[in-house]
T-cell receptor
Framework: KAGVTQTPRYLIKTRGQQVTLSCSPI?????VSWYQQTPGQGLQFLFE???????NKGNFPGRFSGRQFSNSRSEMNVSTLELGDSALYLC??????????????FGEGSRLTVL | AQKVTQAQTEISVVEKEDVTLDCVYE???????LFWYKQPPSGELVFLIR??????QNEISGRYSWNFQKSTSSFNFTITASQVVDSAVYFC???????????FGPGTRLSVLP
């Protein structure tokens, strides 16, 4: 069965621009989580969506937002890009019920470079 | 608050050596779940193992083995007879019983030299 698909894989933006990243979860998975990975901060949780609702949110500024569609696909958006937003953005999906304690399945990530 | 510590930032070994990656966690929950993930250069985190807090049995899967010790809050990962393909960043992670928090450690970069 197809894994988690993220697009685009690589992108370059300039400061002040905005970017939208897309994630298609594994078929049947209803939860999508987003993580930011940088060399200095490691893996940091951005937010999680379940049934089109944001269920959990990490400690990131409001410039970072996301949404989930009825088919469980998710997008995240970063507005007014800063140099520090350069990172690998990873999407993960899981089956998710009311309390999902299973593993996360990750995509290959979208590598964003902000110049 | 939950926390995962991986004290080893980078490890280098020569092929065929055994290597152990350390993971220490902190949680107030009595029920929780521990994970190990491998991140090769391609970027995708690959799930290796999940262990719940009530199952302290060690597990072996091929060259991989895991030692879970609740008394010391550790969940260490050993690779036996390492191979170059094992070179990657390895992450230990902790998830609470409600599935609301999934906390990753900082990762250990393993380099296996031929």
């Amino acid at each position: 069965k197809a894994g988690v698909t993220q697009t685009p894989r690589y992108l370059i933006k300039t400061r002040g621009q905005q970017v939208t990243l897309s994630c298609s979860p594994i078929s049947g998975h209803r939860s999508v989580s987003w993580y930011q990975q940088t060399p200095g901060q490691g893996l940091q949780f951005l937010f999680e969506y379940f049934s089109e609702t944001q269920r959990n949110k990490g400690n990131f500024p409001g410039r970072f937002s996301g949404r989930q569609f009825s088919n469980s696909r998710s997008e995240m958006n970063v507005s007014t890009l800063e140099l520090g937003d350069s990172a690998l953005y990873l999407c993960a999906s899981s089956l998710a019920g009311a309390s999902d304690t299973g593993e996360l399945f990750f995509g290959e990530g979208s590598r964003l470079t902000v110049l | 608050a939950q926390k995962v510590t991986q004290a080893q930032t980078e490890i280098s070994v020569v092929e065929k050596e055994d290597v152990t990656l350390d993971c220490v966690y902190e949680t107030r929950d009595t029920t929780y779940y521990l994970f190990w993930y491998k991140q090769p250069p391609s970027g995708e985190l690959v799930f290796l193992i999940r262990r719940n807090s009530f199952d302290e049995q060690n597990e072996i899967s091929g060259r991989y083995s895991w030692n879970f010790q609740k008394s010391t809050s550790s969940f260490n990962f050993t690779i036996t007879a390492s191979q170059v393909v094992d070179s990657a960043v390895y992450f230990c992670a902790l998830r609470d019983n409600y599935g609301q928090n999934f906390v990753f450690g900082p990762g250990t970069r393993l380099s296996v030299l031929p």
